[in-house]
């Protein structure tokens, strides 16, 4: 139907932003291109991070370009001062916090998202089919019914705000986003865990509950909700007259990736007819390994999940997403009239529902993409594989630190992270974890735990491998001795790379 009438030659005009010379700005390109893989393939020659020098943060401050610079400046500008100083976890040796490598395929499909410029907001064509295939696929692997939906979204923080916003009109009716939370806004209650992650209270802010608006209940010595607590604390509520509607179920603790037991919540949210989320920010896709899925146990009873593709799923940033079970409930939570979204039964403006019914964005861009480019390329029992095989490295770690005195564990090890320290106090720990990650050598990042500072591995990174743990191990030991001006000098083992 639609005849291609252009002339491939035509349309070369002064005003576009497209380059003057097509063939210089191809060769340059292509170095980008073989740089940006040469970093990815020799990650282990650099440091996983490095501070920032005075010069490199000054010389980005500029006034607004307002003249044109060439490209190949601009790239070397690039080069010296930000590629070199970026958060390390492409590095195996990082292990700071819940981040993911990425991938060298990951990389790639993001720069062909970002050729096709597609904007996911709405209608019809074909980077939203990729978005609802994968929708299609957390469905089947979460064991959701048909009619569940799911959607792309920043990250975790983002997607447990929208199922508190789809919880919430889910109890008091779509009538709530017109007249607001009201009195009987004021009454409901949520509940989490004490384990749970900082940004569950901050939605309940951000959707206007208020943080008291959410129960923190206590955790056992594994970090797990203590349901007959959570049962208690909904009784109690009940009986002063709040109305509880949410409880958000951990699936891996940020600080030492505790499961909370899904099935005993899922039946008590059934019983008291409370809406059930889980927070499975990275550990949901646990769901990927047979060996680990047994942990989960229950999720396919939630009502909503929120997870990161960009952690466990070795997507590159970002690509949180949200997936409820009963999609209608999903779309009376966001979808709005207007004029200029409205739905035709032909063309460009068809399909039913779009998108920006599922949340707050309207203009979005194509993280399936990346997301659908990791999932094919490797396949779910490969990335099964990587998950299963940083929770065995987690593993090695716990009985690297087991064996040596002046190490101590300070949490059980659950999944893929490890806390532990020094046998020395808080302060001279926080040290160590700052000496580490400005030796280059790794990065693990510090925790609280039951009022005593911890050294915190969380192995997420697929290239992580034992040299890296040992690494890490040698390190702590070197700066731990240096520290307390304990005589026992050891070897850090070579970098790496070495
Ligand atoms: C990382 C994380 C979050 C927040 O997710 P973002 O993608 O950083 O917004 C929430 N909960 C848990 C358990 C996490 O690990």
Not at 190 to 195: G, N, T
Not at 274 to 298: E, K, N, Q, T, Y
Not at 453 to 472: C, G, K, M, P, S
Request: glycine share 10%; proline share 4%; aromatic share 8%.
């Amino acid at each position: 139907m639609n005849e291609v009438i252009r002339n491939p030659q035509a349309g070369v005009s002064t005003g576009s932003l497209d380059p003057q010379d097509w063939s210089e700005f191809r060769a340059l390109a292509h170095r980008m291109l073989d740089d940006a893989i040469d970093g990815i393939a020799n990650v282990r020659a650099r440091p996983v991070w490095q501070p920032i020098p005075d010069e490199v943060r000054a010389a980005i401050r500029t006034e607004v370009p307002r003249e044109a610079t060439d490209l190949a400046e601009v790239y070397h500008e690039f080069s010296e001062h930000v590629a070199p100083y970026a958060t390390g976890n492409v590095h195996p040796g990082f292990m700071g916090w819940v981040h993911g490598g990425g991938t060298a395929v990951g990389m790639i499909a993001e720069m062909l998202a970002a050729g096709l410029n597609a904007n996911l907001g709405g209608r019809d064509h074909m980077p939203i089919e990729v978005e609802r295939q994968i929708v299609e696929w957390m469905r089947g692997l979460f064991g959701f019914p048909k009619g569940a939906s799911g959607i792309f979204v920043t990250g975790t923080s983002m997607a447990n705000l929208m199922a508190v916003l789809v919880a919430r009109t889910s109890v008091l009716g779509a009538l709530a986003r017109q007249h607001g939370l009201g009195n009987d806004g004021a009454l409901l209650t949520a509940y989490a865990s004490k384990a749970a992650h900082g940004c569950i209270s901050r939605a309940m802010d951000i959707a206007g509950f208020g943080t008291d608006a959410l129960r923190r209940i206590d955790v056992d010595a594994d970090h797990r909700i203590d349901v007959a607590a959570l049962r208690a604390q909904i009784t109690v509520d009940r009986e002063s007259g709040f109305r509880p509607f949410l409880v958000t179920a951990s699936a891996g603790t940020v600080d030492i990736g505790a499961i909370d037991d899904l099935r005993a919540i899922a039946e008590l949210c059934r019983e008291e007819g409370i809406w059930f989320h889980v927070d499975g920010a990275f550990g949901a896709l646990a769901i990927f390994s047979p060996g680990l899925a047994p942990l989960l146990d229950g999720i396919a009873l939630a009502d909503s999940i929120a997870l990161d593709f960009h952690k466990w799923g070795q997507v590159p940033y970002d690509a949180g997403f949200l997936l409820v079970r009963d999609g209608e409930r999903h779309r009376q939570a966001f979808a709005q009239p207007a004029a200029y979204l409205s739905r035709e039964a032909r063309g460009l403006a068809a399909g039913t529902v779009w998108p920006c019914d599922l949340g707050p964005d309207l203009s979005r861009g194509f993280r399936a993409l990346k997301t659908w480019f990791t999932l094919k390329t490797f396949g779910i029992e490969r990335l099964g594989a990587v998950i299963a095989r940083s929770c065995a490295l987690a593993k090695y770690l716990e009985t690297r630190v087991l064996a040596d005195p002046r190490l101590e564990l300070l949490a059980p090890v659950n999944l893929n992270i490890v806390c532990f320290r020094y046998r020395t106090d808080d302060a001279v720990n926080r040290e160590i974890v700052a000496d580490i990650q400005e030796s280059g050598i790794a990065v693990p990042s510090g925790t609280t735990l039951d009022g005593k500072f911890a050294i915190r591995a969380a192995i997420v990174n697929h290239r992580t491998a034992e040299t890296d743990i040992d690494a890490l191990v040698s390190a702590v030991i070197k700066f731990g001795a240096k520290r307390t001006g304990g005589l026992i000098e050891v070897e850090a083992p070579p970098l790496a790379t070495q």
